[in-house]
Nanobody, 121 residues
Framework: QVQLVESGGGLVQAGGSLRLSCAAS????????MGWFRQASGKEREFVVV???????YFAHSVKGRFTISRDNAKNTVYLQMSSLKPEDTAVYYC???????????????WGQGTQVTVSS
C-alpha cells in the first residue's frame, strides 16, 4: 500500500504561483508513474500532468508552459509548481501513483485526498 498526502494548496491571486507537494509513504517506489489531476466544483476530474520515472513528462494543454512537475525520490515527494495562475485553475488538486507502464490517463492505483487551490481574479 502507498499513502499519498498533498499539501501546499491555498488562495492566490491571478498571476501568482503556488507549489503543491505530494508526499508518499508506505511501499513507495521511485519507479511509480506520478500524476496530478484536478476537479473543479461541478465538473469532472481532469488530467493535469504526469511524470514517469525515466524523466518523461506530459502536460495538459491548459497548463503547459505554466506548470512544472518534479520528483525528489530521496524524499518520496512529487512537486507541482504552478505559475501564472488563472481563475480557471481553481480546483481540488489530487496526486496519484501508478505502475511504470501506462499512459497519462492511467491506470493509477493510489490517490491522495486532495488539496484546494483557489485563484481569485
Amino acid at each position: 500500500q502507498v499513502q499519498l498526502v498533498e499539501s501546499g494548496g491555498g488562495l492566490v491571486q491571478a498571476g501568482g504561483s503556488l507549489r503543491l507537494s505530494c508526499a508518499a509513504s508506505g511501499r513507495t517506489s521511485g519507479t511509480y508513474r506520478m500524476g496530478w489531476f484536478r476537479q473543479a466544483s461541478g465538473k469532472e476530474r481532469e488530467f493535469v500532468v504526469v511524470s514517469w520515472s525515466d524523466g518523461r513528462t506530459y502536460f495538459a494543454h491548459s497548463v503547459k508552459g505554466r506548470f512544472t512537475i518534479s520528483r525528489d525520490n530521496a524524499k518520496n515527494t512529487v512537486y507541482l509548481q504552478m505559475s501564472s495562475l488563472k481563475p480557471e485553475d481553481t480546483a481540488v488538486y489530487y496526486c496519484a501513483a501508478g505502475p511504470p507502464f501506462g499512459d497519462y490517463s492511467g491506470p493509477y492505483q493510489y490517490w491522495g485526498q486532495g488539496t484546494q487551490v483557489t485563484v481569485s481574479s
